[in-house]
């Protein structure tokens, strides 16, 4: 029987053990803190959990006045806070933490109900491959022991941890990183958010919606650079007409506690106050420390796994899946990862990973939702398209629902009208952008797509006028 070890229990992990052990492998998978990894236990299913409280929290807040909600209360006009719906942290976090802890449970239960074993520890490769094509992983378990085991072919998939900068060290309390923020029981009064990426602006915007005055800094020209310029000048315009203070080109140097306030010094030599701080400054990969190297498994600067698209490294029998590759930091991304390196091992039928087919979504309010080629490629020239944006302001469902931020934009190629993108900036973008990622895989034209039928009225309507914009710009010989 052939033996897969895979070492780490997030998603790249967890999938693969499933498929392999679906396709009669011995599996065993070792992990040092519960199956899920972070994605389940401190990033992924944990902010998004604190994300959909902050969720109904801005629906109320933003609509019950124009929707004609009435609030009873009986507090004197004169003494009446500012806010009539509150928060309590407290309770919000040991939700967060449950849910997390119930998810990772189930995983572990479908790995082992389909046949792997799981190992408490801490895995790293031993030495090179052996004449008969085998590997060693050598196992530390928590009570200090060790345990040899010996695979056809290992599995890398150990994930990342928070980016932490020198001068602003996380204590747990006021200064965090984004694995400590569900151990607050109360909001915090004002909190500096250090960072712009996804997780700096999820994290800025659900704090926002859940009562805490927040400070965006970014080092960067706005928020999310990474993203569709389009769709991030949209947030930081709903950010700022929120109340968020957003600094734009303020790269932060450092962070200390003076009492129980928080003081973050700029390069500039700018200093902002707060009651907490959160640094959102990006991750590290989990590979040191695992014998990566001496295995022959090539590293990049960054401390990332190199690896194909099959999920090969550059040692023999060894894969790797998920953010300590640093392909794309995504949970469906890793899983894929780790589906096709078992699947390529295994012999069986497998497509090599297509990144331009990934879709992707930052929970902020509005969401935020992106699949194949980006404006940013149309831009530099890496493909010919034209694209339609189409606001949301036009569509009598979200006129209805009091939606006045967003906007469905498609990119398709000229000529043949075959959709290469798309971008979704809605409430619930995550499940708009569906229709467009299916548009995109399988090469379907703007004119499929304008000729299904959408409900009436329906967000989704408005994926379909933007297809019929683009098919008659196409048949009008229209750049």
């Known amino acids: 029987m052939t033996r897969i070890v895979i070492i780490g229990g997030g998603p790249g992990g967890y999938e693969a ?21 972070a994605s389940v236990l401190t990033d992924c299913v944990p902010s998004k959990t604190l994300i959909a409280t902050a969720e109904v929290m801005t629906t109320f807040d933003s609509s019950y006045e124009e929707l004609g909600i009435i609030v ?71 009570d200090g022991s ?104 303020s790269r932060a140097q450092s962070a200390k506690r003076v009492g ?49 698209k099959v999920s090969r490294t550059t040692a023999p029998g060894v894969y790797a899946a998920g953010d300590v590759t640093g392909v794309f930091a995504l949970a469906s991304v890793a899983a894929m990862q780790g589906r096709i390196a078992m699947y390529h091992f295994l012999g069986d039928a497998v497509a090599p990973l297509n990144l331009k087919t990934v879709s992707s979504n930052v929970f902020t309010d509005p969401e935020i939702a992106t699949v194949g080629y980006t404006q940013a490629d149309v831009d530099g020239g890496k493909i010919d398209a034209r694209s339609v944006k189409l606001p949301l302001l036009r569509n009598p469902r979200a006129k209805m629902q009091g939606i006045r931020d967003g906007f469905v934009k498609i990119f398709c190629r000229p000529g043949t009208g075959i959709v290469v993108g798309g971008v979704v900036v809605a409430p619930r973008a995550s499940e708009l952008i569906h229709p467009i990622s299916i548009a995109v895989d399988n090469n379907l034209t703007v004119e499929q797509i304008a000729n299904a039928f959408t409900v009436y009225p329906s967000l989704s309507g408005s994926i379909a006028e933007v297809a019929r914009q683009l098919h008659t710009r196409k048949e009008n010989g229209d750049g």
């Open 72 to 142: 009873a209360d009986d507090t004197p006009h004169i003494e009446q806070a500012a806010r009539v719906v509150g928060v309590d942290l407290g309770k919000v976090n040991r939700r967060v933490k449950r849910l997390a802890l119930a998810q990772s449970h189930d995983i572990t239960a479908s790995v082992t109900r389909a046949g792997a074993r799981v190992m408490r520890g801490r895995g790293r490769l031993e030495g090179m491959q052996a004449l008969d094509g085998s590997r060693k992983v050598v196992v530390r378990t928590a």
């Open 146 to 249: 060790e345990e040899t085991l010996t695979a056809d072919a290992v599995l890398i998939a150990t994930g990342g941890h928070p980016r932490e900068l020198a001068d602003a060290q996380p204590d747990g309390e006021r200064i965090l990183n984004w694995t400590q923020v569900y151990d607050l029981d109360e909001l915090p009064e004002e909190l500096i958010v250090v960072g712009s990426g996804v997780t700096g602006a999820e994290f800025a915007g659900a704090y926002q919606a859940l009562g805490s005055r927040v400070t965006l800094v970014s080092s960067r020209d706005r928020v999310l650079p990474g993203e569709d310029p389009d769709a991030a000048a949209v947030l930081e315009d709903v950010f700022r007409r929120r109340g968020m203070n957003v600094m734009g080109r």
């Open 260 to 308: 129980d306030r928080v003081e973050v010094t700029l390069a500039d030599g700018r200093v902002i106050t707060g009651s907490h701080c959160l640094m959102a400054v990006g991750a590290v990969p989990n590979s040191a420390g695992m014998g990566l190297e001496d295995a022959g498994v090539r590293l990049r600067e960054s401390g990332h796994i190199w690896t194909d």
């Open 17 to 37: 053990a499933l498929v392999a052990a679906q396709l009669g492998a011995e599996v065993t998978v070792v992990d040092c803190d519960g199956l899920g990894g």
